[in-house]
């Protein structure tokens, strides 16, 4: 029997700890282009998956997987103008995803933001795209839709479906492989408009270095990483918090933000009202911890977009920008 095109891949992976190697960013290119067109069978990718998170995946393989994605991508034809890349996919469940009111700061103060999420995938989450939609902000179905939510908001949202349904398909395989797979990691990294800047959030400090070696391998103008609240782009006020940015190929640079809360610990929020982003918001509501994730995220973004040269700028400025937003209304109400 002849063998098939895409064994290569799992053969390489699957060789043995001496023979075992990481895939070059072409062969994970290919790999993955492969596995969305629907030229891998089913046992092929589940192995291949699993021997990646057995192995660990290096960043030469997430940045491979992340061009391969890129690659076929339904992009509509003219892709709008877009500052910021900000994935949204893990979901909170111990404190209000505030990041989305430092992403509605970005937005009412001119930045484009394109953000791009997964819709539930672990329970007793709460995820973006349902915040979105309390919010009355229509989910792009599409992303020729996203483009024009963009232009018209300076603000889009779609989901891993709609930017592959493979890649969504895939993501949902965690209950019945039992762990994660590679791509948890390299969805973040899609930033299917090409904005110059990325944020990025994660869970574990070891993601850092593979994220930030990746987007050098891409030559990401700007690619800022920092270990989120849940794994979100967000800051945890009551905690320093390392940010590690790749300019280009460049060698990552590690910068601590302060903290900016004494309480070292918070509780998680035992309600998790997704009300309570529009009370902040509106001013009828005080949180010191809610304000600061809001003030530190958005200083964050701030000084990855070259809007600022220090992190005391950032941060005056995002506190700035806070106390002169718009209370009347959220600024993506439809």
Known sequence: MKLHPFAKFVAILGRGKTKQRALSFEEARESMSMILRGEAEPEQIGAFLMLLRLKEEAPSEIAGFTQGTRDVLDLPSEVPEVHLDWPSYAGKRRQLPWFLLSAFLLAQNGTKVMMHGAAEHTPGRVYTDDVLRHLGFPIAGSLAEAADHIRARNFGYTTLEVLSPKLDALMNLKPLLGLR??????????????????????????????????????????????????GEVERRPNKPTQ????????????????????????????????????????????????????????????????????????????????????????????
């Not at 110059?196 to 994220?211: E, K, M, S, T, W």
């Not at 640079?253 to 009202?273: A, R």
């Not at 964050?300 to 600022?308: F, N, Q, R, V, Y």
């Not at 220090?310 to 439809?334: I, K, T």
């Open 181 to 230: 797979s590679p791509v948890n990691s390299f969805s973040r990294m899609i930033n299917p408009f090409d904005a110059p800047v990325q944020l990025i959030g994660i869970f574990h400090r070891g993601f850092l270095d593979i994220h930030t070696g990746a987007a050098a391998v891409l030559g990401q103008p700007v690619c800022s990483v920092f270990r989120g609240e849940g």
């Open 243 to 334: 940010v590690g940015t790749t300019i280009g190929a460049g060698d990552m640079q590690l910068e601590t933000w302060p903290q900016l809360l004494s309480e070292g610990h918070v509780p998680p929020d035992e309600d998790m009202d997704i009300t309570g982003l529009e009370k902040l918001w509106r001013g009828e509501m005080g949180s010191d911890y809610a304000v600061a994730s809001v003030t530190g995220t958005l200083a964050i973004a701030l000084k990855s977009l070259g809007k600022a040269d220090s992190m005391e700028a950032a941060q005056a400025l995002a506190e700035e920008m806070w106390a002169e937003r718009d209370r009347g209304f959220l600024p993506l109400r439809a």
